[in-house]
């Protein structure tokens, strides 16, 4: 270690290499998010709906996912897939499969206690007014849902961004696969570690900031 | 004029499990008519008004609205629930306020008023934007339109609350203690909107400990006691000449907190 010299050159002939494996990294985990709160949302109302052949298959779901860990499903799927002949996927398309179905796990929590926490005062002064199931769950239920939310919704997104990093493991071009691939062919393994984990760093301060406006642009509920 | 009254209910009955909280409640409210529900907690009038609005389901019995069943078609055994599409066509001719004011927490005053106009009755939004503000001036807040229900006292969102049920231009409005909530410095606002609004002619049934008021724009009261209706009358001879001793100490209760109201 104190033989170590840096060289940050190497950073300098690989930074655009670097910021687009970051943004790809951005790009899968907000992917996977959007996948996610739809597959969460059409979960959590299978929950509540009462009724146990919609509810039983999705508690499993949600219980196999939340058991499992992460990586074991990017194998299962990259993998196991083909098995199936389903070869129609290519690796980034298995990764963002894989890491929607595991959001939707979550979210089908987040949703789940967040449909269940809205006064039901809301649904009666709806229903007053005259509108239907749906619209009272479009334009009352779901908007209050979302604002209740979004904390929980932020935090899902900076862990899944977080998660993009085990894409690596199917080769998968993020910004920690190409981190190893330049130390790879460098071993300049101290620069280019530093300069990911301040990547990452960053990348996830500017998110949370960016979403905590947006909670603050949204906090007309106490 | 035709002779059928707007809203008219026989024999309607209600159970929560086991427990008969209406038993048989005969009640008529006629066009412009102010009909108010007086009796102890407990007596049934808010779940009765809940019936109307079929925020809850009467066992027995029928409501007509202009002389159509509320909520049901058939009879006997034969009586079915209409679908929620029917029963919602149904609830928009009925407006309600509750006690809690209910406003829509992340809408704007306006937006809170306009959201039936547009999705329910289907209205463009310049127009209901239009009707919001004529309504939300009318209960004295045209300048609180962009505020959230957050940023207003109790008595304006409960104004508020007034101004998006009228603006529905429903049959029938419905009070259910919508002053109960309130602070007692918030309560003469809220209800000097109703009387304004009983005045222009607005048909309303109302649930209300605020017997002064009562007395005073009410052109008919109904005392219920432990699910029925147990007199009824002009205020003068409900508040004057209470013929039970159950009216007489509900009366002489309400006469200790809210001071005399009597002929």
Not at chain 1, 11 to 17: E, F, L
Not at chain 1, 157 to 172: E, G, H, N, Q
Not at chain 1, 193 to 215: D, F, G, K, Q
Not at chain 2, 91 to 112: K, W
């Amino acid at each position: 270690m104190i033989d170590y010299h840096f060289d940050w050159s190497v950073i300098a002939r690989n930074w655009d290499s670097l910021l687009g494996a970051l943004l790809l990294g951005l790009e899968l985990a907000v992917i996977s998010l959007a996948i996610g709160c739809v597959i969460g949302l059409a979960a959590a109302y299978a929950r509540l709906s009462g009724r146990r052949w919609l509810a039983a298959p999705v508690w499993a779901y949600v219980e196999f996912i939340r058991c499992t860990p992460l990586l074991l499903l990017i194998f299962f799927i990259y993998f196991g897939l083909p098995e199936f002949d389903i070869t129609f996927l290519d690796k980034t398309q298995s990764f963002v499969l894989t890491l929607s179905l595991y959001a939707g796990a979550y979210m089908s929590e987040v949703f789940r206690a967040g449909l269940a926490s809205i006064p039901k005062q809301y649904v009666e002064a709806a229903k007053a007014i005259g509108m239907r199931p749906w619209q009272r769950q479009r334009y009352v239920v779901l908007p209050v849902m979302f604002r209740i939310t979004l904390p929980s919704i932020s935090n899902n997104l900076i862990s899944l961004f977080k998660d993009t990093s085990l894409a690596a493991a199917i080769a998968v071009p993020e910004l920690t696969f190409v981190a190893r691939r330049i130390n790879a062919d460098t071993f300049r393994v101290m620069e280019v570690w530093l300069t990911v984990s301040a990547m990452y760093l960053v990348a996830t301060y500017l998110i949370a900031t960016l979403l905590r406006l947006l909670e603050r642009r949204y906090a007309t509920i106490r | 004029m035709t002779d059928t009254p707007l809203l008219r209910a026989r024999g309607v009955r209600k159970s929560f499990g086991q427990v008969e909280v209406l038993k048989g409640i005969d009640l008529t409210v006629r066009q412009g008519q102010v009909v108010a529900l007086i009796g102890a907690s407990g007596s049934g009038k808010t779940t009765f008004l809940r019936c109307v609005n079929l925020l809850e389901e009467h066992d027995g019995g029928e409501i007509l609205l202009d002389g159509e069943p509320v909520g049901y078609r058939g009879e006997g055994a034969a009586r079915r629930r209409l679908s929620e599409a029917r029963v919602s066509a149904q609830r928009a001719r009925i407006g309600m306020v509750f006690q809690q004011f209910n406003l829509f927490p992340h809408l704007t005053a306006e937006e809170n008023v306009m959201l039936g106009l547009t999705k329910v009755l289907g209205k463009d939004r310049a127009e209901a934007r239009e009707t919001a503000g004529h309504w939300l001036n009318r209960v004295g807040l045209a300048e609180r339109r962009g505020h959230y229900p957050y940023q207003l006292s109790g008595g304006q969102q409960q104004r508020v609350a007034i101004a998006r049920a009228v603006a529905m231009q429903p049959r029938l409005l419905l009070f259910d203690e919508v002053t109960s909530a309130l602070d007692p410095e918030l309560v003469a606002e809220v209800l000097g909107v109703m009387q304004s609004l009983a005045e222009s002619g607005m048909t309303m049934l109302l649930v209300s400990h605020e017997m002064l008021f009562v007395r005073d724009v009410a052109n008919h009261v109904v005392f219920m006691d432990q699910g029925k209706v147990a007199q009824a009358g002009p205020p003068r001879e409900v508040f004057g000449r209470p013929e039970s001793e159950r009216l007489k100490n509900f009366l002489g209760r309400m006469h200790g907190i809210f001071g005399h109201f009597e002929e």
